[in-house]
């Protein structure tokens, strides 16, 4: 088993005509179903409060490799249940991110206490040597600040090109414009997306 920990983030948002059915269809199906396979060690949601789209689905992994396993190829992809496909062809702003944490490594959501907010920094078509400057940006922003709990970034390759990501889980509420983009150097530029949730509760969770 790697050392590394993965992730698996999905983001997406539903039409008002499908809001119920999708709540449904995350709740009942989607998110047990993941939970459900080895090496999945997390499975939650968000709401956006600051960004677009509205709800993002979050799965702490073993490794990334788990997203190569017979276990979750056998639900997703080609596979995935005729419910999933019927929402998937509904959803705007479909966006998924499958990847390896680069820093600290082996942090999982939640450990070190449950965060009221979550921040979301992302980097599509970046270049590879950015890596440091993402990590040096990210701790410069947000460590040892009043109410972080912990600092995640992500790698993962996408069509033969690399991606970022950036997670940041506090008690307290953060301003995505308050964010020093000077910190991450040349790699600011790259940044496409700063959007800040707070936990998704269910029905049947309130």
Not at 101 to 106: C, H, K, R
Request: proline share 6%.
């Amino acid at each position: 088993m790697s050392d590394q920990k993965g992730l698996l983030l999905a983001l997406m948002e539903p039409p008002p005509a499908v809001t119920e059915e999708f709540h449904a269809w995350y709740d009942t199906e989607h998110i047990p179903q993941r939970h459900a396979v080895p090496g999945f060690v997390t499975a939650l949601r968000f709401v956006c409060t600051e960004g677009w789209p509205k709800y993002a689905a979050l799965y702490d992994l073993d490794s990334a490799s788990v997203l190569d396993g017979a276990e979750y190829r056998a639900i997703g992809g080609e596979n995935l249940s005729p419910w999933s496909k019927r929402i998937g062809a509904r959803v705007t702003g479909q966006w998924r991110f499958g990847g390896t944490q680069i820093y600290p490594g082996s942090a999982v959501t939640g450990e070190r206490g449950v965060p009221a907010c979550l921040l979301l920094v992302r980097w599509r078509n970046a270049e590879p040597g950015w890596k440091n400057l993402v990590v040096q940006g990210l701790k410069a922003n947000f460590e040892g600040r009043r109410g972080v709990l912990q600092t995640r970034a992500f790698e993962a390759e996408d069509k033969g090109g690399v991606e970022f990501l950036g997670l940041v889980e506090a008690t307290l509420p953060l301003n995505r414009a308050e964010l020093d983009l000077d910190a991450f150097g040349d790699c600011a530029r790259g940044i496409d997306c700063i959007n800040v949730y707070a936990p998704y509760w269910s029905r049947a969770a309130s």
